[in-house]
């Protein structure tokens, strides 16, 4: 294949741009096995058009190359009806300095001082959620797992109660709904209605951070930290960006951690050894300890576990760049203006790190094997780079608490006759929901 791009001898990656106007949009949203198709087809990298021209890569060494030529041949982007929806003073669509000093500020809610301070927030919702299921009997866990989650995150992030049963929930539903997707703006499309929730959901947090401002004490969750902080210049975040900020941490601290929560449940109950083995490594541990920071890392075992299930199945599929200057990788040229996704569920299913990738295995990440360390950008499920995603401990320790409570005291099985392939967007989720019996661990099932 010979090249358009004049400044280069490489050729364009193989591939297919689909139907004018649309290109393979309308695939890529759709079909689970869009990227398997392709990558049987052209390989590890090829071009097509979603949202634009774009070339699609995966692999360690094509992430080294992305992240590190940050802000040089590539800048962030995001297919605009996401751009448009996280709004343009999200920390997501930000650029260069802004960036960066954006990113410091926003650190500060997840310093290891801040997790501290949230721990016994997410072990007592842990504790009344699995309660509550037990007492349920039978339920739709993932629709669960939502609340739970909606609940942990509008609580340290914007000190809201239940947030999930409040009007802030429905919204954020309808607003999430239209992040993938075509841009086109009418009262019935996903993304038409999403817009209009993202107004109503500005409005919410407006109201919030306003009530809060009146009180003696910011506090100390996100919104309290966030009021506090000063950038550089010493200036407090303006009320707008605040907004877009807080929306964007409502969004990555619960939509990307109800899909990982739930895979884990999935995961974990497809594998009975692993769930054997995990419940064995809690015996160590006393059951009436309040959990801490220092006390989970001692949960190696669990720690791998988790681990596995983000290689397998990472909550969030791969990350969109801009390309900014004429560049060659892999043996390809990738000309400016085009847009790059980068794969982190392909990366992590690379046979010469992860041998039998399709496999649910933890033991890749015992401390012999370590496969994580093996290839640098090869184990990248929150992304990489100076974009790597700033709330992963926040997500790690939420993961691990709920497992932890979990694993100790409660016992499940799926019901039969249910569709447990996963959905893709806007993040994987069980077709079905995940329909399960629950009870307690030192109680015999009752039917």
């Not at 010469?352 to 496999?359: L, M, R, S």
Request: glycine share 8%; charged share 25%; aromatic share 10%.
């Amino acid at each position: 294949m010979t090249t358009t791009n004049t400044k280069s001898s490489l050729p364009l990656p193989p591939g297919n741009f689909g139907l004018p106007f649309v290109g393979e949009t309308i695939s890529f949203l759709t079909d689970n096995t869009f990227a398997e198709k392709r990558e049987k087809k052209y390989g590890r990298i090829y071009k097509s058009h979603i949202f634009g021209n774009a070339v699609f890569l995966a692999g360690a060494e094509a992430n080294k190359f992305l992240f590190s030529n940050e802000n040089k041949y590539f800048t962030a982007t995001w297919p605009k009806s996401t751009r448009i929806l996280l709004g343009p003073n999200s920390l997501s669509v930000q650029q260069g300095s802004l960036h960066q000093q954006r990113r410091r500020l926003l650190a500060q809610a997840f310093q290891p001082r801040a997790l501290a301070n949230y721990t016994p927030t997410m072990e007592s919702t842990t504790a009344n959620y699995l309660e509550k299921w037990a007492k349920m009997g039978t339920l739709t866990w993932y629709p669960e797992i939502r609340d739970y989650t909606f609940d942990i995150a509008s609580r340290l992030f914007i000190g809201s109660d239940g947030g999930s049963q409040t009007k802030l929930a429905s919204l954020f539903e309808e607003w999430v709904k239209g992040l993938f997707s075509i841009p086109l703006s009418l009262p019935w499309t996903r993304f038409g209605k999403a817009l209009r929730g993202r107004q109503k959901l500005l409005q919410y947090i407006e109201e919030i951070v306003l009530q809060r401002q009146q009180q003696q004490n910011l506090g100390e969750d996100a919104l309290g930290i966030l009021l506090q902080a000063r950038d550089e210049d010493g200036n407090a975040l303006p009320l707008n960006e605040l907004k877009d900020q807080i929306l964007l941490l409502l969004f990555a601290g619960h939509e990307t951690l109800t899909s990982a929560i739930a895979s884990f449940c999935l995961l974990i109950t497809q594998n009975p050894n692993v769930l054997t083995r995990a419940r064995e490594e809690q015996k160590q541990f006393s059951p009436t300890e309040p959990l801490t920071t220092e006390n989970l890392k001692q949960m190696t075992y669990l720690e791998q576990v988790l681990k596995e299930v983000l290689r397998l199945i990472p909550p969030v599929g791969g990350g969109f760049r801009q390309v900014i200057q004429d560049c060659e990788c892999c043996g390809y040229s990738i000309p400016k203006g085009w847009l790059v996704q980068y794969q982190i569920g392909k990366t992590q299913q690379d046979e010469t790190i992860y041998p039998e990738h399709q496999n649910f295995d933890p033991d890749r990440f015992a401390p012999e094997n370590a496969v994580d360390k093996q290839k640098i950008f090869g184990y990248i499920p929150f992304g990489g780079g100076m974009r790597e995603c700033l709330g992963k401990e926040f997500a790690r320790l939420e993961m691990k608490i709920f497992a932890t409570k979990l694993l100790r005291g409660y016992e499940w099985e799926l019901l039969p006759e249910q569709d447990l392939s996963l959905v893709a967007v806007p993040t994987p989720n069980p077709r079905d929901g995940l329909k399960i019996k629950f009870w307690h661990l030192d109680r015999r099932e009752k039917d």
